[in-house]
């Protein structure tokens, strides 16, 4: 058997290598569905993106909506929160930002972003704290008007979400 | 059987593992190695394929149990939501539930051949034994997992097969209770059926390594039944049988994904896409067409014997039918083992094997008219087959005579 | 010696069982043609949106689609409606959402399609005591039973369409008068497709009753019973099996790879066993 071997090592060595190759291709066409399953379903992707009606909200309201499992806070701010947290410098924040980073141009009255602290996720309760914004119950976080921390031990500014005006008072979030 | 193992520790650290844990030497000897008749034929190769359903049936189910919800209100909902939204999610599922035939077509196949050849005579008792466990194992497993979607003939099948229990004298009552966890097929019943379905999977795996084990201490049978005698009648098991195996696997797999991907629904049956129902037993209650030569056993006993009702003793007859099988390497007393060289042995196997389809047609049809007949008949003859034909074909067959050694039949078979 | 043939005829009567049925009272249904039949099969988009229209226009009155999300109408495969067309659609109806204002909403294209009776009860209240299945997997929980020896050709043929298949006899197979020896009991019809034959369902379709939308620069289609019925069949056929043609593609491929490696398989196996006399 041995000395047969070595008789036809190219066309054996070519067989075996194809034969090699093509397993490998199967293996790894196989592996990936098992994985991908684990990925977020057609179901879930659905709602990645909402709408959201912005009637009714007035000044100084905000309302707390659910995407993608998360609250979102949704708030009109009053001209006075606008211009506080226009009037921030920026060497006195931690993550610096300005106000119009953000909001959206036309749009600044409203500041939308999802209501986890950046800290360890709870969810600061709103015109609160030395900041008139939010403060965090767990650990003291403190935000001001727009969302900005200012003191604690959260480590960057409450996260704005992807979104756009489709109308005056229509936003898509996600 | 360190005497087969050409394995020496090539580096300081395979020596260093070699003296804790020999787990290089002990792959090499039974995976590698292992000498192994070289006339198996292909029907040996359905002890990998099985492997191989095995693997595929525990992995596509534990994807399956990432996203399936074990409660009577949304277990149905939920196998819909993995054929609709999970990625990829109707061909894993329609794997999982064609894999469940698929893997009882090769276990039939794997059982018949250890008839013909009689792989279950001595020395390997115990290895027939096992095999035997694990087919019981699988059919608990199948029902189970049968019931989990939760269509009509799930909930059917849970009723009808746990009833099966309270015919058992005195303690059947509470002992159906105790399986059902409640007075009829509900939640908890559903729960707990998930959970086992989880768990034997891994049990037969065990039995499975044991039954491996029982293979390894004679040897594997071959298809002359005769003895391995020295290494000019053996191989290695790599590369000759891993090939071998390895191609099997694949052409078992055409088959398989045949019905996988162009008609996942044609081996179950159109009932189960409707939502269990407690009120309504679907006209025609069938099961999985690998459990039916036993349903059709258990069916056939309508008559009561001396104190014993009917229920009770079709019972004993569909658990007598298996465990008669545990007992096959005692009712077989005859010293050869292959069936080709049992002239008698071999028409009564083939009668068998008819038989036991038969059984498996009457099992579908209804209890009506010439079936219930026929299912009688059926039925005794598969107890007459172990008890009557075995022992006494037996004694009085005369084999022909058998090859001095695996070489010697196989050289004489090419040059013939 | 172990006889492949007789082993691979047994093996194709075991596999073939499980489908056989009842002596009984099996009526013929007679099999049609249907774009997502056999291995190629892939949906009609011009037949699953006429079939649509009849699920919505008419059967939708009675019967749910609780599994099916408006998003879905929208996928390749399926009816394919644009995006803008099922936003527009899915507003038209209301669907209980316990987190608004008053209980119910617009659904949204992520909203499964709203059930007609708000529950069971009201559902047989409504059609006197018979509940109309739910469609969203009706589709395969009919079948079409066919007899002995012609089930085990359907092993290989791969059919599958004996939902839609009945599904189109039973909407065809309604009889003005019931044969003179039955008993047709009050406010049932009789359709002699249906099992028991006293069927609580009206004859839900009729030639004419729904003007098809037809797109410009396409032919007109008949709008006739049989048509109707072929098309809302075919549309629940998609209801159930939504993922039919990517199911099939994919299959084709991981067939033709595997009769790709198995020929290597076999050429690997038999040059490594060459010279071994076995």
Not at chain 2, 115 to 120: C, H, K, T
Not at chain 2, 238 to 266: C, E, N, Q, R, S
Not at chain 3, 167 to 189: M, Q, R, S, T, W
Request: charged fraction near 15%.
């Amino acid at each position: 058997m041995a000395t047969e071997a070595q008789h036809s090592t190219t066309r054996r060595d070519f067989l075996f290598v194809a034969t090699g190759a093509v397993a490998g291709v199967g293996a790894a066409a196989t592996i990936w569905p098992l994985i991908n399953q684990m990925n977020p379903d057609a179901s879930t992707l659905a709602v990645a993106s909402v709408e959201f009606n912005l009637n009714g909200i007035e000044s100084g309201q905000s309302v707390t909506i659910l995407w993608r499992g998360l609250p979102v806070f949704v708030r009109n701010r009053t001209d006075k929160e606008v211009e506080e947290a226009k009037a921030v410098p920026m060497a006195e924040l931690r993550d610096p930002e300005t106000d119009e980073q953000r909001t959206k141009k036309g749009h600044e009255n409203w500041l939308i972003m999802i209501a986890n602290c950046t800290h360890l996720g709870c969810i600061p309760t709103g015109e609160s704290g030395e900041f008139d914004g939010w403060s965090c119950p767990c650990h003291g976080s403190q935000f001001d008007t727009a969302g900005r921390v200012r003191k604690g031990p959260a480590p960057t500014n409450l996260v704005v979400p992807p979104y756009e005006f489709i109308s005056d008072t229509l936003v898509r979030i996600g | 059987m360190s005497e087969h193992s050409t394995y020496t520790p090539g580096s300081g650290l395979e020596k260093w593992l070699d003296e804790r844990l020999p787990i290089i030497r002990f792959s090499k000897e039974h995976l590698m190695d292992f000498p192994t008749p070289k006339n198996l034929n292909y029907w040996w190769t359905f002890g990998a394929i099985l492997v191989m359903c095995l693997g595929i049936q525990i992995v596509t189910g534990v994807i399956l149990a990432m996203h399936y919800t074990p409660n009577i209100g949304m277990a149905f909902d939920s196998v819909e939501h993995i054929r609709r939204d999970v990625n990829g999610g109707r061909m894993i599922q329609s794997f999982h539930a064609v894999g469940a035939s698929m893997f009882f077509a090769a276990v039939y196949i794997h059982i018949f051949r250890g008839m013909y050849f009689g792989s279950y005579k001595a020395p390997r008792e115990i290895l027939w034994i096992l095999g035997v466990l694990i087919f019981v194992l699988m059919m608990a497993t199948a029902f189970m997992g049968y019931v989990l979607p939760w269509g009509q003939m799930s909930g059917w099948a849970a009723t009808v097969i746990t009833n099966i229990f309270a015919a058992i004298p005195v303690i059947g009552t509470p002992l159906l209770e105790l399986l059902r966890g409640g007075f009829s097929v509900g939640n908890p019943t559903l729960n707990r059926f998930f959970s086992l379905h989880y768990l034997l999977p891994f049990v037969i795996a065990a039995v499975v390594a044991l039954h491996i084990w029982a293979l390894h201490v004679p040897g594997n049978n071959n298809p002359i039944g005769v003895d391995v005698k020295d290494s000019r009648d053996t191989l290695p098991f790599h590369p000759y049988y891993t090939m071998k195996d390895a191609f099997g696997m694949v052409l078992f797999l055409i088959p398989f994904v045949w019905f996988a991907f162009f008609a996942p629904d044609i081996l179950g049956h159109p009932d189960n896409y409707i939502q269990f129902d407690s009120q309504v037993t679907p006209a025609h209650i069938v099961p999985e067409w690998y459990f039916l030569p036993f349903y059709a056993i258990l069916r056939a006993i309508d008559f009561n014997l001396l104190f014993i009702n009917s229920k009770l003793l079709g019972v004993m007859f569909f658990i007598g039918s298996i465990v008669i099988l545990f007992l096959l390497p005692w009712l077989d007393t005859a010293k050869v083992r292959s069936g080709s060289f049992r002239p008698m042995f071999k028409w009564f196997y083939w009668l068998f094997v008819i038989n036991f389809i038969g059984l498996t047609y009457l099992g579908a049809q209804p209890a009506e008219g010439i079936y219930v007949l026929l299912s009688k008949v059926c039925t005794a003859y598969y107890f007459i087959h172990f008890v009557v034909i075995l022992p006494v074909v037996s004694c009085i067959e005369k084999p022909r005579p058998l090859p001095t050694s695996i070489s010697e039949s196989v050289l004489a078979k090419s040059h013939a | 010696m172990f006889n492949t043939k007789n082993i691979l005829a047994a093996l194709a009567i075991l596999a073939g069982v499980s489908v056989t049925q009842a002596a009984g009272e099996v009526v013929h249904v007679e099999k049609q043609n249907w774009s997502f039949a056999g291995i190629f099969g892939t949906y009609d988009q011009n037949q699953l949106q006429r079939g649509f229209q009849v699920f919505r226009e008419v059967c939708s009155s009675c019967h749910g689609a609780r599994l099916i999300a408006f998003r879905t109408l929208a996928k390749e495969g399926g009816p394919s409606f644009s995006e803008a067309q099922i936003k527009a659609l899915a507003a038209e109806y209301e669907v209980n959402d316990f987190a608004v204002e008053g209980g119910s909403r617009p659904a949204v294209a992520a909203d499964m399609w709203p059930s007609p009776f708000p529950s069971e009860q009201d559902a047989r209240d409504a059609n006197g005591g018979a509940l109309p299945p739910d469609f969203s997997v009706l589709a395969k929980a009919r079948g079409v039973h066919d007899a002995f020896p012609f089930w085990m050709f359907n092993y290989f043929t791969g059919y599958s369409e004996g939902g839609p298949d009945y599904i189109y006899a039973l909407l065809n197979g309604y009889e003005e008068e019931a044969p003179v020896h039955f008993d047709l009991p009050e406010g049932k019809y009789y359709n002699h497709v249906f099992p028991g034959n006293a069927i609580g369902m009206a004859p839900p379709l009729s030639d004419g009753q729904i003007t098809y939308i037809v797109a410009e620069g396409e032919d007109a289609v008949p709008e006739t019973l049989e048509q109707y019925s072929t098309d809302v069949a075919a549309y629940m056929m998609w209801m159930a099996e939504p993922h039919l043609a990517s199911r099939k593609q994919t299959g084709f491929v991981v067939l033709l790879f595997l009769v790709l490696f198995a020929g290597l398989m076999y050429g690997t196996k038999r040059k490594i066993w060459a010279g071994i006399e076995h």
